[in-house]
């Protein structure tokens, strides 16, 4: 089965930058969108950016043009950077992967795989 592997994530100040890497397993990593997401304590998780195999990408409007997604098919990974980290920025970042649309969804339901998170920690 296909395997994700976040990292990256850390404690960094506000207004610091992070970069997290979603490393997968499979020969069709090419083919699928992939998605991030994050889930702060209390909260519903929601979707942060996606990117298709043809390097389309979307936000939530939440983000406010300070991160960017990004993939390298040819190492099988996909890049979340994150700039002017506020602190509500905090979570536990997924990436996930849609194996079955040419088109980015932001429903948690629409991705079949998953990976176990990775934590951003943004102080004020």
């Known amino acids: 089965q296909v395997q994700l592997v976040e990292s990256g994530g850390g404690l960094v100040q506000a207004g610091g930058s992070l970069r997290l890497s979603c490393a997968a397993s499979?020969?069709?990593?090419?083919?699928?969108?992939m998605g991030w997401f994050r889930q702060a304590p209390g909260s519903e998780r929601e979707f942060v950016a996606g990117?298709?195999?043809?390097?389309?990408?979307t936000y939530a409007d939440s983000i406010e043009g300070r991160f960017t997604v990004s993939r390298d098919n040819a190492k099988n990974t996909v890049y979340l950077q994150m700039n002017s980290l506020k602190p509500e920025d905090t979570a536990v970042y997924f990436c996930?992967?849609?194996?079955?649309?040419?088109?980015?969804?932001?429903?948690?339901?629409?991705?079949?795989?998953w990976g176990q998170g990775t934590q951003v920690t943004v102080s004020s």
């Open positions: 996930a992967a849609d194996t079955s649309a040419g088109y980015i969804a932001r429903a948690v339901q629409a991705y079949t795989y």
């Open positions: 990117i298709t195999w043809v390097f389309s990408s």
């Open positions: 499979g020969r069709t990593f090419a083919s699928y969108t």
